[in-house]
């Protein structure tokens, strides 16, 4: 198997709060990944531990086939250089854009190839103005985050992480702040994401999006993966009491037939 | 009471005073560098997540801010050297009380300026790989900076200000001068009245130029 991401028996406390208690899963290079669980079932944390925003308090994360920090008396230690250098690998794009407002989008873009993976500003400029064409905000290069909409403060921080080149995405309830109406087009941007084969993890409430788009859906319960498998047979015939009442509360979602 | 102002003898000596306001402008500039670049690096430890930086400075602010600047010259000038052996001049013994004054004071803003950063702005940084020094001083601080302007240019109205107490280790600056002309000529009243004057000029259209400051910088947002 070609996974990028392997994760093993990861647990994570605070203080007496067990979010995670077990988790193991792969995503395979070009997958597209979508958590699903109620609000506060740990799904940001899953997330967060992937890019080491969080510290796990117990398991392995192996990122193309390399453990992340190392072992000494069976407790893993992680140097921050180390973790610096991963987080540069995988993006992530948070609810709330977090854009840099005192820095126009062409140079919210460029910030991270300058400063962290030390690009020469041409080619770092070169790059951004690329991926805001990606995201089909070229116009937009020399305003300020303040002046945009939400949907485009978002297509502006994806193009943001995508322009370290990172091997996958995290997202974390990308569309959640967002006016309905402009939710559709940051999905229409991830969904070409995945049919550009980036390989992403997405927690998200749009279950259209993860029918439609996932390869594969993981629902997480109690701080275990309680059901995975493909969207069709995940969405349409859960197998547990908790994913049925899951999807009984959102009622919006109508399965197509 | 009767006073007939008689402003010959102040403008007779205006030489002094101008002396005065120069070393007024001497120990202003190297206060208000060292104010408030090290109330920066005091207010920046103050917010560190180590308590081997968060410790130190936060007994640093304690202590500065809860004595009084003049006790701190007069320390410094009167007090120090004995303890020490270390010769203190006038300047010194005022740029330090100053100083650290300053810093204990600017650095309490500068840690609420960095505190009033979203936390989401610290996750971008991170999230992109950046160090904790990286995302501070390429992410935090320009923003915290700017929204803190006003509460520093205060400081530093306040730094000008201060720079009279230096007066009291008979360092050259406006009021030690006004106190010479004074003694000299019988006329404290002309004299101690210049020196407020003295001030005011100066202060007011400097208080107005960070007015504008600030609106521009409000209007870039
Ligand atoms: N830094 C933290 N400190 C303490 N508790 C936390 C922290 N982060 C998250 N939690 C708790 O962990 C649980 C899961 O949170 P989260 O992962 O954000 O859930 P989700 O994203 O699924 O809504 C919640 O109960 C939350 O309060
Ligand atoms: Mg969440």
Wanted: aromatic share 8%; proline share 4%.
């Amino acid at each position: 198997m070609n996974a990028i991401l392997r994760i093993e028996n990861l647990h994570k406390r605070f203080g007496d709060l067990t979010v995670l208690a077990g988790i193991d899963a792969a995503v395979e290079a070009g997958e597209t990944v979508v958590l699903l669980g109620s609000s506060g079932s740990g799904k940001s944390t899953l997330l967060r531990c992937i890019n080491f925003m969080e510290t796990p308090t117990e398991g392995r994360i192996t990122l193309h086939g390399r453990l992340v920090g190392e072992e000494r008396g069976g407790v893993m230690r992680y140097r921050e250089s180390e973790l610096c250098k991963l987080r540069t690998r995988i993006g992530m794009v948070f609810q709330h854009f977090n854009l840099f407002p005192h820095m126009t989008v062409l140079r919210n873009i460029m910030e991270g190839q300058v400063t962290v993976l030390k690009r020469g500003a041409a080619e770092a400029a070169a790059k951004a103005r690329e991926q805001l064409a990606r995201v089909g905000l070229s116009d937009k290069a020399d305003e300020y985050p303040a002046r945009l909409s939400g949907g485009q403060k978002q297509r502006v921080a994806i193009a943001r992480a995508l322009a370290m080149d990172p091997d996958m995405m995290l997202f974390d309830e990308v569309t959640s702040a967002l006016d309905p109406e402009l939710v559709g087009e940051v999905l229409k941007t991830m969904r070409r994401l995945t049919e550009e084969g980036m390989t992403m993890v997405v927690v998200t409430h749009e279950l259209g999006f993860a029918y439609h788009v996932a390869n594969r859906v993981l629902f997480l319960d109690q701080g275990v993966i309680l059901e995975q498998g493909e969207p069709q047979q995940v969405l349409k015939e859960p197998a547990t009491q908790r994913m049925r009442e899951f999807l009984d509360g959102h009622s919006l979602f109508k399965l197509p037939d | 009471m009767e006073h007939t102002w008689d402003f010959a003898a102040i403008l007779a000596n205006w030489r002094v005073l101008w002396v005065g306001l120069q070393g007024t402008l001497i120990v202003f500039a190297a206060t208000v560098t060292l104010g408030l670049g090290g109330g920066l690096l005091v207010g920046v430890c103050r917010y560190a997540k180590t308590p081997l930086l968060r410790l130190p400075s936060m007994a640093f602010v304690e202590v500065f801010r809860n004595t009084p600047v003049l006790v701190q010259i007069i320390w410094f000038y009167y007090a120090f050297p004995i303890l020490t052996g270390i010769e203190v001049n006038p300047f010194l013994a005022a740029v330090l009380g100053i100083s650290l004054n300053t810093m204990a004071f600017s650095a309490e803003i500068y840690r609420a300026g960095i505190q009033s950063i979203e936390p989401g702005q610290w996750e971008a940084g991170r999230a992109l790989g950046m160090a904790y020094q990286q995302t501070l001083r390429r992410i935090i601080l320009p923003v915290a900076i700017k929204r803190i302007l006003p509460a520093l240019t205060n400081r530093g109205i306040e730094v000008f200000k201060m720079s009279t107490l230096a007066s009291v280790v008979a360092y050259v600056e406006t009021l030690n001068q006004a106190k010479l002309i004074a003694d000299l000529n019988f006329n404290p009243i002309e004299s101690y009245t210049a020196v407020a004057l003295i001030f005011f000029a100066v202060l007011y259209p400097a208080v107005q130029g960070t007015y504008i400051l600030e609106r521009m910088l409000r209007k870039s947002e």
